[in-house]
């Protein structure tokens, strides 16, 4: 069971909670490699674990083998982390414009260099990757980036069971990922996208015969769905089902934690804004208390929200749906050119973003 990286939201605070529901890794937001051979401050911040955190997992995006390679070898030499996985999934346009993210297995051959400069530099520590399917469903590249990873002795492949063109809209499509695990025998193949209950989960299994499951929007305001996983890959039926007061409580921890984190009050609040309407979900909850909630700008502003809750409401029915973000995209953006030749490997200009975090 893997915590899907999600920038924004998967740093340290949000993290722990997570893991204390269940075992498996929890990686961090995205960290560009560039930013992080630089030290760039920012980034310096975004890569600190909390100590509880055993094994640290950390999420690089890079294009340029040389850079990839010397912020791997950084990470080990700096023991910054446990496990390096490596970011091909990416669909946002700043992104894929630079040839970076989704867009980047398309170049099979750079994404090779990329792979072999990672593995050379790791040391003890394994490195895998995070995909989606390609581009568009003409520009599929997820076989052929499964097979030049196990080449390049990659420990793991994620799938999102998407393309860049989808971006998080419709339906992740499974099959591909048993298709990819038929293909990948040799490393695990992950799946991912679409799991909101440990039940899909299970199924997901089933279904793909993948060896893992990486779970990323379904625990939105809902860090307990790893207990939920946990219980459900042991074979027992018994699920998470917190009241209101109980999500409160975990609310106030995980603003907290974003307290520290930030190492400013309002900034972690404002932060924490965007969870509110996750964790309640489903509830009753009148809209001048969820307002008070999500405008709070002080963590004594939003004790005094939370205090207004109706502790006892038990959990809501029906909250095993879709949250987060979703809707398509029309096309993807792309550097010119960038579909003539599947197999040239320049390193795109200026795909080496300076900020880390998506
Ligand atoms: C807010 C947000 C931020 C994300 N950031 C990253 C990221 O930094 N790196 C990455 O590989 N995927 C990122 N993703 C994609 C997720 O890791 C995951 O692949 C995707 O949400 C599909 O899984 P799900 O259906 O379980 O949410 C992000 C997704 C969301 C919703």
Partial sequence: MVLAPMAGITNPPFRVLCREQGGGLFVCEMITTRALVERNPKTMRMIR?????????????????????????????????????????????????????????????????????????????????????????D???????????VEEGVAAVALHARTARQHYGGVADWESIARLKDAVQEIPVLGNGDIWSADDAVR??????????????????????????????????????????????????????????????????????????????????????????????SLDGLRAGLAKLDRDQPWPPNTDTPRGKSGERTKVLLPDGWLDDAWDFDVPEDAESDVSGG
């Avoid at 520009?139 to 990873?149: E, N, S």
């Avoid at 060896?211 to 929007?217: E, P």
């Fill in 49 to 137: 674990f909390d100590e509880s955190e055993r094994p640290r997992s950390i999420q690089l995006y890079g294009v340029d083998p040389e850079i990839v390679g010397r912020a791997v070898k950084m990470i080990v030499e700096e023991d910054l982390a446990d496990h390096i996985d490596l970011n091909f999934g990416c669909p946002v346009p700043k992104v894929t414009r630079r040839g970076g993210g989704s867009a980047l297995p398309y170049k099979r051959n750079l994404l090779r260099r990329i792979l072999r400069a990672a593995v050379s530099n790791a040391g003890p520590l394994p490195v895998t990757i995070k995909m989606r399917k390609g581009i568009d469903d």
């Fill in 139 to 149: 520009h599929l590249t997820y076989l052929d980036a499964g097979r030049i990873a």
């Fill in 204 to 297: 997901m299994v089933r279904r793909t015969g993948c060896d893992g499951v990486v779970v990323g929007r379904g625990c939105l305001g809902r860090p307990w769905l790893f207990r939920d996983l946990e219980n459900a890959f042991n074979g027992s039926s018994e699920r998470v089902r917190p009241t209101l007061g109980e999500v409160a409580d975990v609310m106030e921890r995980h603003a907290e934690g974003l307290t520290g984190c930030f190492d400013a009050e309002k900034s972690a609040i404002s932060d924490f804004r965007k969870h509110v309407g996750w964790y309640l979900k489903g509830f009753t909850v009148g809209s001048e208390v969820r307002r008070e909630l999500a405008t709070a700008d």
